[in-house]
């Protein structure tokens, strides 16, 4: 089966972008950076995404954030946006290799002192977390979607709102032939969300995939 790993036809996408509410010249400067400085690029949510977090945020107004996968901060500056008075966002990710393309940014941003940043494994980090979220971005290793899943839910409140990155896989959850532990996790994570009566779940086809999740 072949696997198509756009879901837009280029031109559209284009179009799309060019007609979305633009990027600040802070965030342009850290996506010009990243792909600048980095191996892979491509994991930054980038303008188009980073444009829907934020307005999701906008209106969900959160007090505080969970963000599973920090990367360079992209995802971090447009989703603490929407930050109610005095509300902050928890950052976790595992590589310190990118503490100092963050900080310059957080730093140049008003949201810095609303920004916590812990560096460690995430499936260690998050049971020790002795607070609630109205908000979670997921967008960590993929292989651990389904565990990520089990340790977020209890930690968010009711009318919480979950996103999570990646979910269509380059189209592979649906390809048969895939036998990767990410897809297989990814397909699981789905289905889990699919059968749970806790919560009420769509994925959209935005990029490679993101799934929003309101908790009941």
């Given amino acids: 089966m072949k696997i198509d790993n756009n879901f837009i036809n280029e031109k559209l996408l284009e179009y799309i972008e060019h007609l979305t509410t633009p990027q600040s010249e802070l965030l342009a400067a850290l996506e010009r950076e990243t792909y600048q400085k980095t191996v892979i690029p491509q994991m930054i949510s980038g303008h188009y995404q980073g444009r829907l977090l934020s307005l999701l945020s906008r209106l969900k107004q959160p007090e505080k954030i969970l963000e599973i996968g920090t990367f360079t901060g992209y995802a971090t500056l447009c989703l603490a946006e929407g930050l109610s008075s005095g509300g902050k966002i928890v950052t976790i990710d595992k590589n310190d290799e990118f503490l100092t393309i963050q900080n310059k940014y957080f730093e140049q941003s008003p949201y ?105």
Avoid at 180 to 197: R, S, W
């Fill in 112 to 216: 810095r002192g609303q920004i916590k940043q812990i560096t460690g494994n995430a499936r260690e980090v998050i049971p020790g977390l002795d607070e609630k979220f109205d908000m979670v971005f997921l967008d960590a290793d993929k292989r651990y979607y389904p565990q990520y899943l089990e340790m977020i839910l209890p930690k968010m409140k009711k009318g919480g709102l979950l996103l999570a990155d990646n979910t269509l896989w380059y189209g592979k959850v649906i390809d048969e032939q895939a036998k990767d532990a990410e897809t297989a996790a990814i397909k699981q994570f789905n289905e889990m969300l699919a059968v749970d009566d806790g919560v009420e779940a769509i994925i959209l086809p935005v990029r490679d995939g993101l799934t929003m999740v309101m908790i009941k």
